[in-house]
Structure formats: structure tokens, C-alpha cells
């Protein structure tokens, strides 16, 4: 099954489409609105996908924890309406109270998390290599002029 396709069907109305792939199961767009507000408040995932040009949302958990999944989702007032090896299909009579694009609208995407994390490492690392580029150049056996070209480079590697 496509995930275009996947997409089109978690957008149906009191339903929650739980997709198994290989050793895990997921859950995109609305349904992993519905699973997340209902089921299991797991960590949904926003990610860009160029071939669909937009940002999808996924929660992904391992089968293992399928039954105990199911077995809450019971207990909650879902029912299974279709079991297959591809996929399964939970029905209920409810929706979440957030609408999906302001629920979806607040999530971070995936990029803005990973550049919020990765960007002091990225300046510490250029700190590094400053300060070892400093540490080795020998002032003493350079001209006055290549000690200026020298802080020149170090400057235009420093953003202000």
C-alpha cells in the first residue's frame, strides 16, 4: 500500500488506520491525531516529504506492542473493523477536541528539531577548529603581513 494512499484512508472520519511494516507499525496524518489523542499519546513525528510536498505526521511504535495496543484501544471504545497483514482498521464514534491543523500546525517538524540540535555542535566545532588553527600557527616565523592575512581568514570565519 502507497502512503498516498495510506494518507487518503487516515483521513476518514472515526477511524484510525494502524499500518504494519516489517517490525513496526505506524500511524500517519488524522489517524495519528486520533491515536494520539484516544489511544496512546505517543511522540508523532513531522517530517517534509518532497514527493508529496508537504509535511507528514507519523507515530510509529514496534508490533510487539500491537496487542497491548489494541487491547487499550478496546477498552477506550474502539473496535476493530478490518484485520488484515498489511494493516488494521479501529473505528469509533468520536473525534479529538483540537482540530487536526492547529493539533498538526504545533508540532515541530523533524528538520527544525534536528538544526535545533545539531547547530551548537556545528559553532562548537567551528570554535574548535579556530582555536586549532590559532594554536598552530607559529606567529614568530610568519611575516607581519601573513599574521594579517592570517586574522583575516579567521575573521571570515567568525559569523557577527
Not at 14 to 36: N, Q
Request: proline share 6%; net charge neutral.
Amino acid at each position: 500500500m502507497e502512503v498516498s494512499e495510506i494518507i487518503g484512508l487516515s483521513g476518514e472520519p472515526d477511524c484510525i488506520y494502524i499500518v504494519k511494516e516489517a517490525l513496526f507499525c505506524k500511524v500517519y496524518e488524522e489517524s495519528a491525531w486520533r491515536f494520539h489523542a484516544f489511544i496512546r499519546p505517543f511522540k508523532p513525528v513531522k517530517k517534509f516529504v518532497k514527493k508529496y510536498r508537504k509535511d507528514i505526521i507519523t507515530i510509529g511504535f514496534p508490533k510487539s506492542n500491537l496487542e497491548s495496543i489494541l487491547k487499550t484501544a478496546s477498552e477506550k471504545g474502539f473496535k476493530i473493523a478490518v484485520e488484515s497483514d498489511a494493516y488494521i482498521i479501529l473505528k469509533t464514534e468520536k473525534e479529538p477536541d483540537c482540530p487536526f491543523d492547529e493539533w498538526k500546525g504545533q508540532l515541530s517538524s523533524f528538520e527544525s528539531l534536528k538544526s535545533k540540535v545539531e547547530e551548537p555542535f556545528i559553532q562548537l566545532a567551528k570554535n574548535r577548529d579556530i582555536e586549532w588553527e590559532i594554536a598552530h600557527f607559529p606567529v614568530a616565523n610568519h611575516t607581519p603581513m601573513q599574521c594579517m592575512e592570517f586574522i583575516i581568514h579567521l575573521q571570515s570565519k567568525i559569523k557577527w
